[in-house]
């Protein structure tokens, strides 16, 4: 049984920053490139970001380059999203997910998905 589940969502100010975790069980978490996305009311889901296995390569959307971070723990087995300089177009619902492939996955790669965490950008 493979879990997902995000957490440190909430409410933020523009210009805010945010940490975002999301904790895994049920598998081995190393042996998996985990992605962060982003969905908000009427968009579709979009990609937020990747970082590889070993947490050596990460790759991120342009709207996000240089304010998001990603990080992993694998003795935690847990991935985190640092948002920094927050926008109100940052607001949606983040989804943590795994793939077997690369950071370069598409969205239909992933196969396990958390629930997600509300994450909202006031002005």
């Known amino acids: 049984q493979v879990q997902l589940v995000e957490s440190g969502g909430g409410l933020v100010q523009a210009g805010g920053s945010l940490r975002l975790s999301c904790a895994a069980s049920?598998?081995?978490?190393?042996?998996?490139?985990m992605g962060w996305f982003r969905q908000a009311p009427g968009k579709e889901r979009e990609f937020v970001g990747a970082?590889?296995?070993?947490?050596?390569?990460?790759n991120y959307a342009d709207s996000v380059k240089g304010r998001f971070t990603i990080s992993r723990d694998n003795a935690k087995d847990t991935v985190y999203l640092q948002m920094n300089s927050l926008k109100p177009e940052d607001t949606a619902v983040y989804y943590c997910?795994?793939?077997?492939?690369?950071?370069?996955?598409?969205?239909?790669?992933?196969?396990?998905w958390g629930p997600g965490t509300q994450v909202t950008v006031s002005a």
């Open positions: 997910a795994r793939t077997t492939g690369g950071t370069a996955a598409k969205l239909y790669d992933y196969d396990y």
């Open positions: 049920g598998a081995t978490f190393s042996s998996y490139t």
């Open positions: 970082i590889s296995r070993h947490g050596i390569i990460t």
